[in-house]
């Protein structure tokens, strides 16, 4: 009975959590930033180990930004995609997002963030 803990299934991350679709934009565009914050912060351990965490992470959101309508709400979105990429040290993925992103504005501040991408 003492020992009952040790059987607790881990719970879920947030990017594993299933999405009842359809979702809005807006909803859509919150997901993802939880889903970057949370791994934002497994990323900022700076463990190795983790790291598949966050591609995982970055993989989910990306695939719910695909089904966002609105250029705006997308282009914001997948900036912040690109911020946790950048951070797992991903630039690969981070170069292939920026192109993804249309809106000049956005472009401009990811690259002012990220001055790495203009290369």
Known sequence: MAMRWFNKPKPQEIWEEPIAWPIGDIEAAHRIREICRAAADIADKKQPSEAERCECA??????????????????????????????????????????????????EEVLRDHPLLAE
Do not use: G, H, W, Y
């Open 58 to 107: 970055a993989r989910a959101a990306m695939e719910i930004a695909m089904k966002i309508c609105d250029d705006l709400l997308r282009d914001t979105a997948v900036s912040q995609i690109i911020d946790l990429c950048l951070m797992t040290d991903n630039q690969r993925a981070a170069r292939i997002l920026f192109r993804a992103i249309r809106a000049p504005s956005i472009r």
